[in-house]
């Protein structure tokens, strides 16, 4: 089983980190393809950046198609691309917010996110709202660091640390979700420090792809996510084309 | 890794079956220990029954604690006893309706419940909001098949994927979830008919409860799921205790 | 008209309380029986508790159903069994939580619940958005005192009452709600001191129930609710039959 | 204890059947006193009747608190005017819509309500999600009878039937909840017909007001309810002043 | 295009200010009149007054539509009288807190309501559901200055900075929506000083109806809003009557 | 005051239409400059369709920042691109889906969207919950004709009202919303034929910024939509840069 786990930024160092945290816990018989898309931004900080990193995805989606991936992780935390993956995927198409808070939904009574900005806070309110209903998050902090400077400083886990047992004071909340896929190698720093379950999207979203690819499970192809028309496209984008 | 799959009634043919469904799905290094609760009703069908089923599953969840139990899947569509198991389990406790709804939540827009008695769709409903939200969930149909004449009846798979495909059209849904633990042997064969993905609860849950031991994840103590205070039960009950 | 107020709990000293908060209020006519089940544990302070406490309950309203009761009142702020009971009664079943929240949704803008223990706030906030929606209650605070330390301690009462005057400020609140059967006998001092409308669930409930039973109105026994269908319960459960 | 239910309509038949539905189930030692007002709309049909009901039924409010009335029903489905009589009466004060959700929410999953005209239904499902939430009201059907035409016409029950069984079915519901005061006349035997609870907001809600004044409860004055900053009040409302 | 812009209150120099806001505005060929009702409270901060002030609004939507108005402004932020003005109006009618809620909505991720008295924010809040659902709304924040005190105190506008620069903290919040007409004159300023967008709703909503008129759009007259069925008022209502 | 208008597609005659609908509104001294995208699909049918027009819809956002346009129009149902356009714009930005949602609030309990495909349904549902709550969206239909059909096709009006009548009455809703830019020369003939007001969101928008500019207001730069951190495209999106 051949499960493709997209960093949608341009960054390559943060596609390995990616892929270990995927490769450490996918079962045997399972391969872990970590990839980087040839466009897009060096980090997603913004709606633009976000907007911006989903034609590379998008291209890498329809690389693994070609090349027979079973499953797909888009692994940042805004789930960019999300719903258009789906679309031209055959398999099982998982973010890493969503792989997150439906974990965090079964582990405890309402979690935290823990993230890198605040200006992100809004997308992570949107996607809890829409996976997991109104109640089950029940705050989102930023600890103000931007997503490359998350790699290689060791103040930043005790800084994460210290913002997260703030949110279960504050939130009254059981359970941690890292709000960024480069927060991957604090997790289990981060259980132990707070006594909580902590949950990193990409390990939770590599072993829900791997779950429903076993169940032979894949997006609904009834209507809204059938594969698009075939259409032109134009510009730069001329490349762009249903993967047949 | 040993997970624990507990069939809620005391029907044992019923554990047969749930177990069975269990184990096709279970990676290897994990066993899979269908078990019947030594007390409680034939079948469940009403939050009578339901109530009734709880003490010989916690008596269930008890006994696998003592035998170090990974995790544990509550194979019963109304999720009985989930809150209460949780606080007494050191791992993972998964329903079959939470892993079937949030597996469904991955895989479309919208999902329909097929399950056996309209009584039982109040319930359904319940959970579904408490699980992925007020949306997701888009309609429940009852076949009107009691829960022990789901076996061995060939007219129930025709049965149900009628009911199916009337759901899909009514509801304007894409996926099918199986809302009975004994409808578990009819999940490919719906699949095939209906052409879009139909969810056994019952492997789901193994699967989620699979993958959340791996991340080394189990329910928050802090709080609410925390070990319960320990106290004196009396009468018939005299012999429930908080597990040590 | 015979109103059966059961103490889910196997305390008898509580069960004593609860009658006379009940007594205290019933119209002329009404005989209100303060009940104590034969089994379960001695206090309710975890979804554990609340769910070996419901056989017991459930016994209690067969035996009520035999004795002629016009109705039923739950009197545990977790409205343990309380869907159940509805199944097997002939007139109405209320909850004290559910009583005390419909109740505060009709004296103020929205409420807080002042309670025991925090790790029974998630239960409460549940009945909080089935009963009266989203957005009456304001919030639910914990006093920490376990329930059967409620009793005879004389400073009980002050702190509650600065529990309950915070909830007030910091939930914007305008009613408090008594989170536990428990504190019944607070009442009406409670409300001397804080200058607002505090409800205690058991005297609300019986009220209810009255009201209910003088409207010649029980559970709808269209479907959901509608007795039980028969069957076979094993082990020390095997008393249980649908009464008939 | 004195219970001025008052007709926001000026309708004085009507005012007689609101009355008798009241006096027919309160307890020894309450007075029940329908009140017709002396200003504004013959019946309530639209948001313009309502609005201009309301003056009338303060005005009776205001009068109430002068003789000493301990509570008050609004008997009109729309529950005019509640928020406004809230803040000048010492007492409780509850509104038949109010009443009859409430206790339709005791008695089963989920109420249709069957009212008089098509263009008041927006106004019942608005008071529904503002009382019990969104899930409790499962459909609101108008049989197209005027309010004035509802009272001596032999074919009104039959209509009213018929429309509540269709909405039994098509809303999957157990409870009916009769969407106009002049209805009340039509509640046992609607209830003998359908075999299911049918719920006259009238009796229920003179109970519910009768329950709240031997509880000793009325309406929080903290904040919003608190009574009126006195002013100036022109033109022909001149008269209107806050009570003293 | 005459828009008529009502002051719900009867105070003429509130009303003055209310026009100069709604003419600064007002596109070129709009011409707009401001109109000060014949009776009721000279200001509104509770619900009585709030319901005392709809039938001199009622009176004056009705002259109105007599003089040829393409539309109306309801400028009071509880907006007072919405329903029944659409049912009687031909054109469009817009409340200032409906106005100001919607543009906030296109500004940014969710405002903070600053407003006069701490018992209108009830208010406020129900309209916010209604508006715009439960999550745009943040905060509604009192500065306890009456409404007829907000004119010509120069220490008004420091305090009101102040207050909405802390709702904007608290909130996390990122547009301020002033939550009286009384406030329209301090937009400006109040925006200039925070960094984020200040709605006054008297401008929204004048811009709104404009925007209305010229799309060609007035209240659907399908059923709810359809103009109301003529009746007879009595007492010193008798002069109202459906406009012809 | 110049507005763009930015058709999303790359269709050049959709533009025209787009920009004849936004110019027969727009206000004297506003200049509407319909935009026709160097980048991406043909049309918009997807959610992949909707991710790949969104670069070029941000391309031309840039280049309206130099140009000094006021504001802009996202003149496709989806509101493709919306969050990130604000980001880089200082003006407002409208999405006509948005537009039209929020005047259809104004004018009616509640809209019928009829829109072209049904897998764009799932869309139109997330954003009417997102702009104006769960309740105010009744239903969305699709007359399943594809976009770059409904040009010059005689029969596309017909199909489309018998839609629409068919959504009134099963929606019970009282306002349409045509559910796609290409339907904007259908609007003032639908009305005419339905009798219930009908939105072009292209002609909705176009007012709606302008109201919004003419109130000196922008989208919020507090946080989210402040100006995103600079950073560093690859590829074929190397030219994307923030506009300084």
Redesign the interface.
């Known amino acids: 089983m051949l499960i493709r786990v997209i960093n949608p930024n341009?960054t390559a160092s943060m596609t390995s980190l990616i892929e270990a945290s995927a490769r450490a816990?996918a079962?045997?018989g399972v391969v872990v393809e970590g990839v980087t898309?040839?466009?897009?931004?060096?980090?997603i900080?913004?709606?633009?950046?976000?907007?911006?990193a989903?034609?590379?995805l998008?291209a890498e989606v329809a690389a693994g198609e070609r090349d027979g991936a079973a499953g797909y992780v888009i692994a940042c935390f805004g789930d960019p691309?999300l719903?258009?993956a789906?679309?031209?995927a055959a398999g099982?198409v998982?973010g890493i917010a969503?792989a997150a808070m439906?974990?965090a939904?079964?582990?405890?009574?309402g979690f935290s996110v823990v993230t890198t900005l605040?200006?992100?806070?809004?997308?992570a309110?949107?996607l809890a709202?829409?996976?997991?209903?109104?109640?089950a998050c029940k705050g989102i902090h930023a600890c103000e660091i931007?997503v490359l400077e998350l790699e290689g400083d060791p103040t930043v886990l005790p800084r994460v640390a210290s913002l997260a047992a703030h949110a279960?004071e504050t939130d009254?909340s059981?359970?941690i979700v890292l709000g960024c896929a480069g927060m991957a190698d604090l997790c289990?720093e981060l259980?132990a420090r707070l006594?909580?379950?902590v949950?990193?999207g990409v390990?939770?979203a590599t072993?829900?792809v791997?779950?429903?690819v076993?169940?032979?499970?894949?997006?609904?192809?009834?209507?809204?996510?059938?594969k698009?028309?075939a259409?032109?496209?134009?510009?730069?984008?001329?490349g762009?084309m249903?993967p047949g």
Do not use: W
Request: hydrophobic share 35%; no cysteine; aromatic share 6%.
């Open positions: 341009t816990v079962g045997p898309p040839a466009m897009g931004p060096a980090s900080e913004s709606h633009y950046d976000e907007a911006l989903v034609p590379g998008l691309g719903d258009a789906r679309e031209i099982p998982v969503e439906h974990a939904a079964l582990l405890g009574r605040s200006r992100t806070r809004g997308r309110s949107d709202h829409r996976y997991v209903g109104a109640g931007p279960l009254g059981d359970v289990s259980s006594g909580v379950p949950i990193d390990a939770a072993l829900m791997q779950a429903l076993t169940l032979g499970l894949g997006t609904s192809k009834r209507e809204e996510y059938a698009p028309p259409k032109r496209y134009s510009g730069i984008l001329h762009f249903q």
